[in-house]
C-alpha cells in the first residue's frame, strides 16, 4: 500500500490548491479526483473549472462582447453593419479555456510531484482511502491526514427533476447551441443571475422567479433595488416573491405554475427551464459509513474553527462544509488546513470573504450589511458615491452605471463593510476586503490617492462621503 503524508479527496479549487500547498510545505501528496469531461478525458479543477466559474465567465464576457457591438458600438462612433453570434465558436472558445486551464493544474501536479489518482475515492478508517479508477479497477493508499474536498452539485428541485433537455442545471445551460426563445429560471442568485444575463443577451426571453419578496436578500439592500431597476431595464424579468406551485412537461415546452404575492396562481409557458435554485454538497459514498463522519442535517460535513472533522487526522473544506460556497473560500481553507497540517498558526477570517455576481455592471460585497448592522445593534454611518458621476465610467458608456457604499463604525470609523454595483467590482472589492482585513477606517481611504481616471476614483468618493465630504457629489 502506498503511503503518502496527506491525501486530498476532490481537484477543484479547495482541493488542487490544498494539495499545492501540502507539497509545498514538503510532504508527500496524493490526490484522488472522478471527473470527466464531455469526451471522458480525465480532468482536475472541478465544477469550478470545468463548468462552472470559469466556463460561465467566458460566455459571460463573449455575450457581453456581443451585446455591446449590437447596442452600444454605435454610441462610440463604431458602426457594425450586421452583428451575428456564432454560439458554436463561443463554446469552442470556453472549451478551450478550460483545457488550458485544467492542463495547467495538470502540469502543476506534474512538476510538483503530487500524484493523481483517477477514480472515486472511499475513506475507510482515518488513514486508508480505497480508490476505485474509471476501469473499475481497485486499490488502497494511506496517509497521515485527509483533507476531504468534494465539492458541491446542483440542488434539484422535487416539482423540477432534472431532464438536461427541457429541465436543465447550470450545466446544461453552458452548453446549449442556441438560444432558447422563452427561458424560464427558478432562483434569482448568483447562477440565474449569470446565466440569465448570458442568454438575454444572446436573444432569449428571461424570466426569473424567486420566493422571497425579497430580491439579493444578502446583498446590501440599498444596492439590491439599485441592481434589479438596472436588471429590468436590461430586459431581465424579475418576479419576487413568485413560489413554484407545479411544473409540467410536455412534447417541447415547460410549463411553471407560480403563486405570487397576492396567492394568485399563474401559468408560463418556456422553452426551457433552469434550476437555480442552489447547489447541495457533494458527500456521497467518499466515506464508509463505519467511520462516523459526522453530517448536519444540510449535508454539509461539520468542523470546527480549523477545518477539523469528528474523524482524527480527517479534515474538510469548501463547498461541502458550513459557509458560502466560493471558490476562493474554499482555496484559503486548503491553504489553511496545509499550514495547520504542517505545524503554523494560520488565520482565515470569514468575515472579509468577498462576494462577487459577474453581471454587468458586477455586483460584489465583502463584511456587513446595513441590514446585519442594525439587527446587531451596531451604530454605523455610511457614504456611497453614484458610478454615472465617474469620469472613466462615463468613458465606457451608458450602461456603466451603480453605486458603491460605505459601512464604518460610528464610533471607532473602523470599515464594516462595502458594496458595490459597477463595472469591475470584482476587482475593485478587494479594496474593500483589504480595508477590513487591516481593520482601517473610511479615513484612511478617504486619505489614500487614487489614480485618475480609474473606476477606483468611486470608492475613494464613497469613502470620503462617509464624513459627509465627496468632492463630485451634488447633496
Not at 221 to 245: C, D, M, P, R
Not at 329 to 342: F, H, L, N, T, Y
Not at 375 to 400: C, H, L, W
Amino acid at each position: 500500500m502506498e503511503n503518502y503524508d496527506v491525501i486530498v479527496i476532490g481537484a477543484g479549487p479547495a482541493g488542487y490548491v490544498a494539495a499545492l500547498r501540502c507539497q509545498q510545505l514538503g510532504m508527500k501528496v496524493a490526490c484522488v479526483d472522478k471527473w470527466l469531461d464531455p469526451t471522458g478525458k480525465p480532468r482536475l479543477g472541478g465544477t469550478c473549472l470545468n463548468v462552472g466559474c470559469i466556463p460561465s465567465k467566458a460566455m459571460l464576457e463573449s455575450s457581453h462582447h456581443f451585446e455591446f457591438i449590437s447596442d452600444e458600438a454605435d454610441e462610440h462612433g463604431i458602426k457594425v453593419k450586421e452583428v451575428v453570434a456564432d454560439i458554436k465558436k463561443m463554446l469552442a472558445r470556453k472549451t478551450q479555456i478550460i483545457n488550458e486551464l485544467t492542463g495547467g493544474i495538470e502540469i502543476l501536479f506534474d512538476v510538483k510531484g503530487i500524484k493523481w489518482y483517477q477514480g472515486t475515492a472511499t475513506l475507510l478508517t482515518n488513514s486508508v482511502v480505497r480508490v476505485v479508477s474509471h476501469k473499475a479497477e481497485e486499490t488502497q493508499v494511506s496517509a497521515k491526514h485527509i483533507i476531504l474536498a468534494p465539492g458541491s452539485v446542483p440542488t434539484e428541485m422535487t416539482e423540477a427533476p432534472f431532464d438536461g433537455d427541457l429541465i436543465c442545471d447550470s450545466e446544461d445551460a453552458l452548453a446549449w447551441e442556441k438560444p432558447p426563445k422563452r427561458l424560464g429560471v427558478l432562483g434569482a442568485g448568483v447562477i440565474a443571475l449569470e446565466m440569465g444575463s448570458v442568454w438575454r443577451r444572446l436573444g432569449s426571453q428571461v424570466t426569473l422567479f424567486h420566493p422571497s419578496a425579497t430580491f439579493l436578500r444578502n446583498a446590501d439592500q440599498t444596492v439590491a433595488k439599485n441592481v434589479k431597476k438596472t436588471f429590468l431595464k436590461q430586459g431581465l424579468e424579475i418576479l419576487s416573491g413568485h413560489k413554484v406551485v407545479a411544473v409540467k412537461k410536455s412534447a417541447k415546452t415547460v410549463q411553471v405554475t407560480v403563486m405570487g404575492a397576492d396567492e394568485k396562481e399563474k401559468q408560463y409557458t418556456f422553452d426551457k427551464l433552469l434550476v437555480a435554485t442552489g447547489r447541495t454538497p457533494y458527500t456521497e459514498n467518499i466515506v464508509d459509513p463505519v467511520v462516523g463522519l459526522s453530517i448536519d442535517d444540510k449535508g454539509r460535513i461539520e468542523v470546527d474553527e480549523d477545518c477539523r472533522t469528528n474523524i482524527p487526522n480527517v479534515y474538510a473544506i469548501g463547498d461541502c462544509v458550513r459557509g458560502d460556497m466560493l471558490a476562493h473560500k474554499g482555496s484559503e481553507e486548503g491553504v489553511v488546513v496545509a499550514e495547520r497540517i504542517s505545524g503554523q498558526k494560520p488565520h482565515l477570517n470569514y468575515g472579509a470573504v468577498p462576494y462577487v455576481i459577474y453581471t454587468f455592471p458586477e455586483i460584489a460585497w465583502v463584511g456587513y450589511t446595513e441590514e446585519q448592522l442594525k439587527q446587531k445593534g451596531i451604530e454605523y454611518k455610511t457614504g456611497s458615491f453614484a458610478v454615472t458621476a465617474n469620469g472613466r465610467a462615463k468613458s465606457i458608456g451608458k450602461n456603466a452605471v451603480g453605486v458603491c457604499k460605505f459601512v464604518a463604525d460610528a464610533k471607532t470609523d473602523r470599515v464594516l463593510g462595502m458594496h458595490l454595483f459597477s463595472p469591475q467590482a470584482s476587482e475593485l472589492i478587494s479594496i474593500g476586503v483589504q480595508a477590513i482585513e487591516t481593520e482601517s477606517s473610511s479615513e484612511d481611504l478617504a486619505r489614500t490617492i487614487f489614480a485618475h481616471p480609474t473606476l477606483s476614483e468611486i470608492v475613494h468618493e464613497a469613502a470620503l462621503d462617509v464624513d459627509n465630504r465627496a468632492l463630485h457629489a451634488i447633496k
